[in-house]
């Protein structure tokens, strides 16, 4: 097995155990979909939230008006009424009026905050650190525990426009949003090694990065068209103070 340590941006995201005879374009497609994935648990969690804090979201002819819009209008929000936390609410405005503001019980938020930190555990950027690979089955895993406590705290489901909903039910639009700049199309994904693209056509994993298995190497991720990432430095920022510090005068001039 060879652990592929994936960057996006020159930031690490995840380790990735794949096999050396792995099709590079079976490997970019896996690996885009982990990255995409930790995505959707990020926003979830974000929005999870913001559930925790003021409720259910507004159905879309609410959003963005104020309260005084809303009476004129004669506008109302019957999934507010339908959609209530076990164990009732109490008010807390949402600020910006995204939301209801019928924030759940102390009880109930902690389901939701528990199963927040849970998930994001289990994606965190951390498990690079920790030397622990990510696949899609985790991420899957992160999402159904979030869907499981909101199922806890709302048995009723969220309402059909709320996009927690909408993201667990994999109908989310993204378009026109910051979020929808970061997801990376599975099929037209790149990997960089040392460098170079490791192409889509038919070649290994083990054509790029050599025959050694139970080896660690640094692959790149990117969007089509976004041309080859920096390289990486010889020494890490740690390593070339090191070197300085043992070198002594000389090694500044």
Known sequence: MVILHVKHNDQSQFLYETTLNTPVEDVATKITA???????????CSEMEELAKHGTLYPPE????????????KLTDPWGEKCIPSGGFTMNKDPIGRRNGKQPRK???DVLNKAIKDAKDMISKNLVLQN??????????AINILKGATLIVYPMKLPPHDVIRMEFENIEDLSGTQASLE?????????????????????????YV??????????????????????????????RKEFMMHAGPTAAI
């Open 34 to 44: 982990v990255y995409n994935g930790r995505l959707k648990v990020n926003r979830i």
């Open 210 to 239: 050599g025959k050694i298995e139970k080896c660690k190497v640094i692959v790149k991720l990117t969007k089509r068209g976004q041309g080859p990432p920096a390289r990486e430095p010889i020494m890490s920022e740690e390593q």
């Open 132 to 141: 622990k690979c990510l696949d899609m089955k985790v991420v899957k895993e």
């Open 107 to 109: 009880e109930m938020q």
């Open 62 to 73: 609410i959003l963005g008006l104020t309260p005084e819009q809303v009476e004129e209008l």
């Open 183 to 207: 997801v990376i199309d599975p099929a037209t994904a790149q990997l960089w090694f040392c460098g170079k693209e490791m192409y889509r056509d038919g070649k290994m994993l083990g054509d």
